[in-house]
């Protein structure tokens, strides 16, 4: 688990203190100043970094939130924003002692508008109790991702979460109307905005959306909400080749357009694995090399079905489709996400996984998967592919019973060299963190991360914010 937090330097920063804790203590009260039971704050979701953080402080204001920022810059002590802790690249934890600043305590949805469908909300705000909330007027969040259930709004925020439904509302530098973050100065900057247009020189809200933390933390934010679709339809279906994946692809853009809100592909190891893992998940159909899940979002139900099985109709009699079921039943829709949602955990409810997030152009999709199959042969366990096709995302999974060194060395920098050639990003969504800072020159001209480091330099002078994330 710490090998690969080993051999990192720790930075010049100060070491906390007993003077520290009691400072915290009066600013905040002794109840969120935590000092004791802290393994889950210092360990990743993947349970691949620990860190060895002695302190985790729950500011409840923005002003809670300035007050200890400005106080850590002056001491020079590091601090790593948290907010759900299901990031995927190692960004969420501390890899030396940083002081782990939790946004949990900031979950108020502030308000909702349905006329304007403008929803202001506090960073620490669970992503599922934001949309339920907002679905209480009819509108919903447009980002929908299988960590729901625990990441921060403010998190998705900060790693510029992609999700399910950006092949329909766009990624959140679209829905994110206006942000409130906190420098590592203690400097609030207010960017909040209540309208999609607002061209009042730079965009300094973009600075904050995925940038994971380094460059300050989000207290607050406003996000455009569309309303609700009166009618979904899933739609699972089941393919032969990749091939025949790429012409249905076309063929949903063309025949759904309108109405097509996601666009996923699952291979049939992926499949298998999940379904292996979770006894109580039922899939409709079986023995394809691929499947897909396609859903649509629209106001008639009865056009919307229609519409639906007409596409797989026509295309199960060009042969592309082989078999498939469609459903606008709530509870089966959701069975059939919950078969989606459970394959990145099936991955690693048993097995390490080596996870990989790209971006490659659609002809080039899944051939890593076959490569890196015949690159690892017997050592891995499972090498699979799945994701949100509709946004050329791949997640390609690499699983071995325990972390495995020689694995290791077939895949990285292989995976990363494979993308770089293609013009791909190696990282599509989950972001930079800890685990891919050494790869960021695969995917970033030299001049760009030069700017970054200026950036950075400007935003947090003294380095304490995330630090050993995102840049090396
Ligand atoms: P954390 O993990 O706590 O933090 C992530 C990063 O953001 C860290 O660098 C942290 O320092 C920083 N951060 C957190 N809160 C703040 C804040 N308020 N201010 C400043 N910095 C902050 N990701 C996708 O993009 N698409 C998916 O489809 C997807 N599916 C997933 C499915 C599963 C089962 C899991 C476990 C993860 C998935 N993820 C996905 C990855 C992850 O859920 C997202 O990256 C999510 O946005 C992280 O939110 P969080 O609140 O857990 O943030």
């Known amino acids: 688990l710490t090998e690969i937090t080993d051999n990192v330097q720790r930075g010049n920063y100060a070491t906390l203190t007993d003077k520290d804790v009691a400072h915290f203590e009066q600013l905040l009260g002794k109840n969120f100043v935590l000092t004791e039971d802290l393994e889950g704050y210092n360990i990743c979701f993947l349970k691949r970094i620990r860190g060895n953080s002695k302190l985790v402080l729950k500011p409840g204001s923005t002003a809670e939130v300035a007050a200890i920022l400005k106080y850590c810059n002056e001491r020079r002590l590091a601090v790593v924003p948290q907010g759900g802790n299901t990031g995927l690249v190692g960004g969420s934890v501390p890899i030396c002692d940083e002081i782990v600043l939790s946004l949990a305590r900031l979950n108020k949805v502030l308000s909702v508008d349905e006329v304007t469908g403008i929803a202001v909300v506090e960073a620490g705000c669970i992503l599922e109790n934001f949309d339920q909330r907002a679905r209480e007027v009819g509108l919903t969040v447009p980002l929908d991702l299988g960590a729901k259930a625990s990441c921060h709004i403010g998190g998705n925020v900060s790693t510029n979460a992609g999700g399910v439904r950006v092949v329909r509302y766009g990624n959140l530098h679209g829905s994110v109307l206006g942000v409130e973050a906190v420098l590592a100065t203690g400097q609030v900057l207010d960017l909040m ?9 730079y965009h300094m809200k973009h600075l904050f959306i995925g940038s994971e933390g380094t460059l300050g933390v989000v207290t607050k934010l406003s996000m ?18 990749f091939d025949d994946v790429l012409k249905t692809f076309v063929s949903a853009k063309r025949n759904l357009g309108e109405i097509l809100s996601s666009c996923e592909l699952i291979d049939e190891r992926a499949l298998n694995t999940a379904l292996q893992q979770f006894k109580f998940l039922n899939s409709p159909i079986s023995g394809f090399p691929f499947y897909m899940l396609i859903e649509t979002s629209g106001s008639n139900g009865d056009h919307d079905e229609e519409k639906i099985n007409q596409f797989i109709g026509d295309g199960m009699e060009r042969g592309e489709i082989q078999d498939g079921t469609v459903t606008g039943d709530p509870g089966k829709v959701q069975e059939i996400w919950k078969i989606r949602e459970m394959v990145p955990l099936g991955l690693i409810e048993k097995s390490f996984c080596f996870k990989y997030d790209i971006s490659l152009p659609l002809r080039d999709f899944y051939n890593i998967v076959d490569v890196m199959r015949e690159r690892c042969g017997p050592l891995a366990t499972v090498v699979c592919g799945y994701g949100h096709l509709g946004d050329s995302n791949l997640h390609l999974n690499v699983s071995c019973e325990e972390f495995n060194d020689e694995i290791y060395k077939r895949v990285e920098p292989f995976v990363y060299e494979y993308t770089s050639k293609l013009k791909g990003s190696i990282s599509a969504e989950h972001g930079i963190g800890f685990l891919k800072k050494d790869y960021l020159h695969y995917s970033k001209d030299p001049v760009a991360i030069g700017y970054m480091r200026e950036m950075k330099k400007l935003l947090d002078p003294n380095s304490i914010l995330n630090p050993y994330k995102v840049l090396n």
């Not at 905005?193 to 020189?201: A, E, L, Q, V, Y």
Request: proline share 4%; with cysteine; glycine share 8%.
């Open 193 to 201: 905005s209540n309208f999609k247009k607002d061209n009042t020189g």
């Open 224 to 241: 455009l909400c569309p309303h609700s679709s009166r009618a979904v339809n899933v739609a699972f279906i089941g393919l032969n080749s």
